[in-house]
């Protein structure tokens, strides 16, 4: 199955969280119908994880829309095994688009791995319609600060806040500064995890019609750059 398809109706319009919550959910079925499901890599002793993703949105899903997902996996690169998302309405137009790096990982020593060695072959494709992969985001210098502790609706099935709030959370801490705006592209890099009761100290700038996000708990936990209109 090198692409899937999906149709999502959306009880109101959608945050930001929402689209890249869409984004794992299709692609776990994916996964699930091509046989790299969750249980399947833990039976290797391996596990998923999104290692960065990039997001385009060409306007926020409505309340009670449907819309038509399609996804497939783009060439490998080493340990690396791109996703790409289109979203489209009922009549075709595009309404966003993400793209994501992901990685199997090993149990026991945290450390990505060639799914290959493991007997485990994603299927790549390439269409044409692939948007950009995300950019490493560098250390910036930043600004402004702000603070906030993980709560517990924030933590998923693997202990760790779920990659799908860190938007919440920045959005949350940049409300005053992003008021009356829309997202119109995000990129985000997961470089470790964040926990329950966690208090991560937000570091920002703004540049133009860019915000520059830095998370750390004593150590980096994520980068984002989030372009707002």
Known sequence: MKIYKDTVRLEKEAPTSRIVRIMQD?????????????????EKGLFWI?????????????????LEITTWRGARNRTLLPRYIIAR?????????????????????????NPVKYGLFPEEIVTGDECKLPAIIKQIKTTRESSFVVPEEYIDNNNHMNNTRYFDMCESCLKDEI????????????VSEAMLNDEIKLNWVKNG?????????QRVIFRTSLEYE
Request: include cysteine.
């Open 50 to 66: 999104m290692v960065s993703n990039y997001i385009k949105i060409e306007r926020y899903p409505k309340a009670e829309e449907e």
């Open 89 to 113: 309405d009922r009549d075709g137009n595009v309404v966003f688009r993400c793209s994501a790096l992901w990685a199997m990982v090993s149990m026991e020593s945290h450390k990505m791995v």
């Open 209 to 217: 019609d860019i915000i520059y996000v830095q998370g750390e708990n």
């Open 179 to 190: 008021s009356g705006k829309k997202l119109k592209e995000a990129t985000i890099d997961y």
């Open 26 to 42: 299709v692609g776990g079925e994916h996964n699930r119908k091509s046989g790299l499901s969750r249980q399947v890599l833990m």
